[in-house]
C-alpha cells in the first residue's frame, strides 16, 4: 500500500496553527460497505515528541456505521509526505466511532459526504 504524494489531490479539509489536514480524494477504494481513503497531516510544529513534519495514514471508514479504522501510519521527514520515510506503524485492527468535532470525524464526514 502506498500513496505517492506527487500524484494525488489533496483537499485541505482543517487547519490550524499546529497542523494541517487533507484527503485524497481521487484514490478512494470502495469495498462492500467500506471506503479507503489517504488522509495525510502536515505538522507545523516539531518537538521532543513530534520529529517528523508530515505523516500519511490509510484509513477504511464504514460509512453505514460511521465508524472506521487504520491500517497504515507512515511519517516523513519533509511536509506533504515528501523526503525521507522515517518510520511506520501498524495501527491496532480496531473499529472506532469518532466523537462530533474532531478531526477524525470531519475527516469520515467529508469520505462519506455527510
Not at 34 to 45: K, T
Not at 82 to 89: N, T
Amino acid at each position: 500500500m502506498f500513496c505517492s504524494p506527487a500524484y494525488s489531490e489533496w483537499k485541505k479539509i482543517f487547519s490550524d496553527e499546529n497542523s494541517e489536514h487533507f484527503i485524497d480524494k481521487s484514490k478512494f477504494k470502495k469495498e462492500g460497505k467500506s471506503i479507503y481513503y489517504w488522509h495525510l497531516v502536515n505538522y507545523l510544529i516539531q518537538n521532543d515528541d513530534i520529529f517528523w513534519k508530515s505523516s500519511l495514514t490509510y484509513t477504511e471508514v464504514d460509512c453505514n456505521l460511521f465508524r472506521g479504522k487504520d491500517h497504515v501510519f507512515n511519517f516523513y521527514s519533509e511536509f506533504m509526505g515528501e523526503g525521507e520515510l522515517l518510520g511506520d506503524h501498524n495501527p491496532p485492527n480496531e473499529w472506532n466511532s469518532p466523537e462530533r468535532n474532531t478531526i477524525r470525524h470531519i475527516s469520515y464526514s467529508e469520505v462519506c459526504d455527510k
